[in-house]
């Protein structure tokens, strides 16, 4: 059995991520992807539980808009968690991972069951206010 913790399928991609948090704007790359969250490379500059977006650019000139809280971040590497984001980019998000799953139909699946936390949502909208 797994001690994997996740409920959403993750799969291991590499593009440029544009994070912007106030005003620090930097460029990293991805590690991994879900339809929930991110990992990229490490980024000191970042405070986790903050919020801040993040525009993943696709090799065919698309980019993924997300805002998105810092879940964590340390050597392994910088945790996003998506909070918001448009149509357009959850309808390129799906099909990037899809195209990159092992298994297709699970990515379809897991539209069935909600993924974001109300908490989560509030404690991102407070920090944008503050």
Known sequence: ????KRKRLRVEVK???????????VIS?????????????????FKTGEPCSISIKLSSGIAIDID???AA???RGTAFDFIKMDEQS????HNLIKLHAKN??????ELLNPAFDEGLLKKYLNAKLD
């Open 29 to 45: 790359m991805s590690r991994d992807i879900s339809l929930k969250g991110l990992l990229s490379d490490y980024r000191p500059e």
């Open 73 to 75: 971040s340390s050597s």
């Open 1 to 4: 059995m797994s001690n994997e």
């Open 104 to 109: 297709p139909d699970r990515v379809d699946g």
């Open 90 to 93: 959850f309808y390129h998000l």
């Open 15 to 25: 593009f440029p991520v544009v994070v912007h948090q106030g005003k620090i704007r």
């Open 68 to 70: 998105c809280m810092i």
